[in-house]
């Protein structure tokens, strides 16, 4: 079983940057799915981008060309990169993966994802 645990949250304004790190354990994840979801109390999960076993990303169209997701392999983390913020932007974000069972492909909704970290808050103020 693969344990995640994310990092690099917080406030910033809009048009900022943050980073989001997920440090992985339990399982090397560079032939693994690897996904960031985001979540605010009122509404459900939503996918935001994923990275396949061959390194193919993609991205939900509310961040396309803002966001970008990549991973250190041998640091066997996952990164969010989010630029050019804006206040929807605010949320709760996941990490998650479909482990070895999920065969590296990739799924952009939250039910087809087996292991979680326990999120980091993001907030961007207007």
């Known amino acids: 079983q693969v344990q995640l645990v994310e990092s690099g949250g917080g406030s910033d304004q809009v048009g900022g940057s943050l980073r989001l790190s997920c440090v992985a354990s339990?399982?090397?994840?560079?032939?693994?799915?690897m996904a960031w979801f985001r979540q605010t109390p009122t509404k459900s999960r939503e996918w935001v981008a994923f990275?396949?076993?061959?390194?193919?990303?993609r991205y939900a169209d509310s961040v396309k060309g803002r966001f970008a997701i990549s991973r250190d392999n041998a640091k066997n983390t996952l990164f969010l990169q989010m630029n050019t913020l804006k206040p929807d932007d605010t949320a709760t974000y996941y990490c998650?993966?479909?482990?070895?069972?999920?065969?590296?492909?990739?799924?952009?909704?939250?039910?087809?994802?087996?292991?979680w970290g326990p999120g980091t808050q993001v907030t961007v103020s207007s």
């Open positions: 998650a993966t479909r482990g070895a069972a999920g065969g590296g492909i990739c799924v952009p909704y939250a039910s087809g994802y087996n292991a």
């Open positions: 339990g399982h090397t994840v560079s032939r693994l799915c």
């Open positions: 990275i396949d076993r061959e390194n193919v990303t």
